[in-house]
């Protein structure tokens, strides 16, 4: 209805336009802002327990309040920080600058944790990103910024943050609410990564 409403005040000269894989500009635009905004309050709303949570993790501090967790506090927030850095000097191995491989992985959160929210919280099966964070750099930063090496590092990545619709960290939300009955739930976070094992040899022999 807002791309027939603009194309009729503006002669649709947008008319044809699109941001790839998301339609377009400004619905993907929109849509980003609102995966955005979703992030950003769910963050300031759990603003003190993160805070809670990170000062127990990088203390070092024992406590009991993480025992029907399903990761304790120190290893949550540890497995974070080292994953985080693996993944932005991954994606800086591959051409882009740390500055543009940081601003990836923002992006990046942004989307899976958007996802993650609309799948639970929404009881659908499936959701699909509206703007992917390899099309935002591209419209950020444009091919010269990037360069050839950095439009082809942003190619590498649709192999895990491409045309996604379905992704490990919403089948893990369900999962984990689903065990909440389950009073010892350390255990389940290595049945879920032999699951991910599991499926991804079977999606390289099949």
Not at 114 to 140: D, K, M, W
Request: glycine share 10%.
């Amino acid at each position: 209805l807002e791309t027939g409403v603009v194309n009729m005040l503006t002669g649709g000269i947008m008319r044809g336009q699109y941001v790839a894989y998301s339609g377009p500009p400004m619905s993907a635009n929109e849509g980003f802002g609102a995966m955005a905004v979703l992030f950003l309050s769910g963050a300031w709303v759990a603003r003190k327990r993160l805070a809670h949570i990170f000062r127990i993790g990088l203390g070092f501090k024992a406590t009991d309040e993480d025992e029907h967790e399903v990761m304790s506090y120190r290893a949550a927030v540890w497995c974070t920080i080292v994953c985080w850095f693996l993944v932005v000097v991954y994606i800086h191995a591959t051409g882009l600058t740390w500055f543009q491989s940081t601003i990836f992985m923002v992006i990046s959160v942004i989307v899976l944790y958007s996802i993650t929210r609309v799948v639970c919280e929404g009881g659908v099966g499936f959701a699909r990103a509206v703007y992917l964070p390899s099309t935002f750099l591209a419209n950020q930063f444009g091919t010269n910024g990037l360069g050839a090496q950095g439009c082809t590092a942003l190619g590498f990545t649709f192999t895990w943050i491409g045309d996604i619709r379905t992704i490990v960290m919403t089948q893990a939300a369900q999962g984990m609410k689903l065990t909440e009955p389950i009073k010892r739930r350390h255990p389940l976070v290595w049945c879920l990564m032999l699951a991910v094992v599991v499926a991804l040899f079977g999606s390289l022999i099949t």
